[in-house]
């Protein structure tokens, strides 16, 4: 495989720019519109963001894959977890509200429900779709695993008898347990089951998919690569709210357009990476 030019810090970097400009938008229109909620909202955020890079001491910027690979397991994330949200829609417009697909997690984030509705409709899709996404990934998916692993290594190392907190096994547990029940209290506000089972539900999937193959190596010569849970929650919310629809939200603002243009040459980036990387090879470790 060709050694990658573009560095995958690339990605994070350009969905973090996003992030901010988003959250400065919505700080910005909270304090012309002395909206104390909005406020308090972008610095949540803001914080989750910046804890990010802290927890897990800059890895965020330093995950594997360079730029293509990394737009590769986006793009693939994204159109898998795409299409099980768009079936479940359709077996809920047919009537079928009971089924396994039915606990796909609620799209929208319950802090930021309580003002989108009072945003104009293209920062209400940008924030809610993109923006909020990336950065919860960014929090449950780096930031607080990486923080977990950090202090378990540490009391590992204090004192003689602790050696099986450092365990894999008991590190992935530890992160699964924490973030999922993080996530779903963050995301859903609420304790009603169906809801909390889901965000649960589609916090444990994440985590396994990446961390499961990271620290226990489930996927025995094969990698799955963080920026696929990036790919896996945004197409949660933009298939959701609707795909083409959300094309026609952000097409309707020049920056919006700058940014459909962005994420376009990013699935090329996946295209090219596909057709460049032998099969045997697009999911390979290295």
């Known amino acids: ?94 009537g079928q509200t009971f089924s396994l697909l039915s606990t796909v997690t609620p799209a929208r984030n319950v802090l930021f429900a309580e003002i989108s509705n009072e945003l104009p409709k293209f920062w ?22 990486f923080g977990i692993i950090w202090i378990l290594k540490l009391l590992s190392e204090e004192k003689e008898g602790l050696e099986w907190l450092a365990h894999p096994i008991t590190e992935t547990l530890i992160i699964l347990v924490v973030a999922a029940a993080t996530f779903a209290v963050f995301h859903v506000g609420s304790f009603i089951l169906v809801f909390v089972i889901s965000a649960v539900l589609f916090r444990t999937i994440i985590i396994i998919i990446y961390w499961g193959d990271e620290l226990m190596d489930i996927l025995p010569n094969y990698t799955v690569i963080a920026s696929a849970g990036v790919g896996m929650h945004m197409a949660n919310n933009w298939l959701d709210f609707g795909f083409f629809k959300g094309i026609e939200v952000l097409a309707s603002s020049p920056f919006g357009i700058i940014v459909l243009v962005s994420l376009g040459l990013i699935v090329i980036a996946a295209i090219d990476f596909v057709i460049e990387t032998p099969l045997k090879l697009l999911f390979a470790d290295k």
């Open 124 to 145: 209400q899709f940008y924030i809610d779709q993109i923006n909020n996404p990336f950065i919860e990934e960014c929090f449950f998916l780096i930031g607080i695993p």
């Open 1 to 94: 495989m060709a050694d990658e030019k573009i560095p995958g810090n690339v990605f994070w970097i350009y969905f973090t720019l996003l992030s901010i400009i988003g959250l400065t938008y919505l700080a910005i229109w909270s304090f012309h519109n002395e909206n104390l909620k909005g406020l308090a909202i972008a610095l949540i955020f803001s914080v989750m963001l910046i804890f990010s890079s802290v927890l897990s001491r800059g890895e965020i910027f330093r995950l594997k894959g360079g730029f293509r690979k990394n737009a590769f397991f986006f793009v693939l994330a994204f159109v898998i977890w795409g299409s099980v949200v768009a079936f479940k829609k359709i077996q809920l417009q047919a």
